[in-house]
T-cell receptor
């Protein structure tokens, strides 16, 4: 039972480089999202998707791109990395679109931008 | 205005004692859900407990209970009989109807770091 799988777990980038954080879930969840967690803070929503082919912006979308070509995968792209994007990134999914729906989180990806 | 406020950045509790972690929220939505997550030093987010705005009774899950005071917009987490393994960051989060319709948007508080003393 894999749940939500994120890769890589750790990454160091130089300013201006691009990269993709991968997220895959095997629970057939329609709803997927990306959050970032800065030191000492709670999580903030970057982008989310309510199903294949549908994405939208969250609270802090600038500098990030997403796509959802399949139900299982929801990659997060950093277009031109900046030191302000140093953070821990969490992918999450949910099967229940109502207020009761629990989010299932991946283990996180720690990104450092030099 | 912040939607979720956790006023205790850090707390100590003696092993085997109970502890209450505070959470207040702000919403005009009549339908919402409140969640508590635990984040140990290893970094993963672990779901603990859920309370719906229309639930009449306070939620309980093992040693965790949620003290839900709707009029005060308060959803405090109570951990009974603290264990060393309870040392972690704890986050309160809320999902509103609008947020749910927009996907699985949860709004998180800033967290409380709980440290259990032996």
């Amino acid at each position: 039972n894999a749940g939500v799988t994120q890769t890589p777990k750790f990454q160091v980038l130089k300013t201006g480089q691009s990269m993709t954080l991968q997220c895959a879930q095997d629970m057939n969840h329609e709803y997927m999202s990306w959050y970032r967690q800065d030191p000492g803070m709670g999580l903030r929503l970057i982008h989310y998707s309510v199903g294949a082919g549908i994405t939208d912006q969250g609270e802090v979308p600038n500098g990030y791109n997403v796509s959802r070509s399949t139900t299982e995968d929801f990659p997060l792209r950093l277009l031109s990395a900046a030191p302000s994007q140093t953070s821990v990134y969490f992918c999450a999914s949910s099967y229940d679109p109502t207020v009761t729906g629990e989010l299932f989180f991946g283990e996180g990806s720690r990104l450092t931008v030099l | 205005a912040q939607k979720i406020t956790q006023t205790q950045p850090g707390m100590f509790v003696q092993e085997k004692e109970a502890v209450t972690l505070d959470c207040t929220y702000d919403t005009s939505d009549p339908s919402y859900g409140l969640f508590w997550y635990k984040q140990p030093s290893s970094g993963e987010m672990i779901f603990l407990i859920y309370q719906g705005s229309y639930d009449q009774q306070n939620a309980t899950e093992g040693r965790y209970s949620l003290n839900f005071q709707k009029a005060r917009k308060s959803a405090n987490l109570v951990i009974s009989a603290s264990q060393l393994g309870d040392s972690a960051m704890y986050f309160c989060a809320m999902r509103e109807v609008a947020g749910a319709n927009a996907g699985n948007m949860l709004t998180f508080g800033g967290g409380t770091r709980l440290m259990v003393k032996p």
